[in-house]
């Protein structure tokens, strides 16, 4: 069986994550300075999108590698379950350039970052997110609770269908690639993780907010 790859493209016609080759190629072939290159997981392509690609001739750097002490925590409500992930999405224009993320709820600690990736919504980011937070804690065996700010999201992942009305073309089809991969995870994994819907007017934004209010 084929093994399943993931293209990272840091510049080309559109900048991001895709899952396919034919859609990588879309952004880079004949495009002057085209970088991009392949990897085996998206946790592994999450985290080299945050990096040039002169850095891989050694290990990946991680996305939370910042220090901690040097990170400025967020001050969390007293009602907020601080052992949790938060995740959140941003989108500019509708549809536009969409990219979501998630964070440590304690530290604010980026563990995630996918995107931007052209022609989303951020309807489709915030599912996402809270897909890949399922995915990312599934695959560490931790069951701590997942905050979104998005009641759609949070209903749609319940529904394990993204129910966008957003429809699907040759710029935006790496976007509905995640969200048919997003969907199949929801059908074939289980997870005991609570999704918890994050109440802004109560505790401020969420931690993973991208703060472009």
């Known amino acids: 069986m084929a093994k399943y790859k993931y293209y990272v493209v840091w510049e080309g016609r559109a900048r991001g994550i ?8 879309e952004q880079v072939d004949n495009f002057k300075g085209a970088k991009y290159k392949s990897f085996d997981s998206l946790e592994a392509a999450t985290e080299a999108f945050r990096n040039i690609p002169d850095d891989f001739s050694g290990v990946l750097r991680k996305i939370g590698e910042r ?33 979501y993320r998630g964070v440590d709820t304690k530290s604010g600690i980026e563990l995630f970052h996918v995107g931007p990736m052209m022609q989303g919504t951020n309807n489709i980011g915030e599912f996402l997110a809270l897909v890949h937070g399922l995915a990312y804690l599934h ?4 069951a701590i609770p997942v905050y979104s700010d998005s009641r759609n999201a949070i209903a749609w992942v319940r529904q394990k269908k993204c129910k966008t009305k957003l429809t699907q073309n040759a710029v935006n089809a790496p976007i509905f690639n995640l969200i048919a991969r997003a969907e199949r995870w929801l059908q074939t994994h289980t997870y005991t993780n609570p999704i918890i819907k994050w109440e802004t007017e109560r505790w401020g934004e969420i931690p993973a907010d991208f703060g472009r209010k």
């Open 67 to 99: 220090s901690r002490d040097k990170l400025e925590a967020p001050r969390l409500s007293p009602e907020v379950i601080a052992d949790s992930l938060a995740v959140d999405a941003a989108c500019s224009g509708n549809p536009g350039h969409m990219e």
């Open 139 to 142: 695959q560490r065996g931790s």
């Open 18 to 25: 895709f899952d396919s080759w034919e859609a990588c190629k």
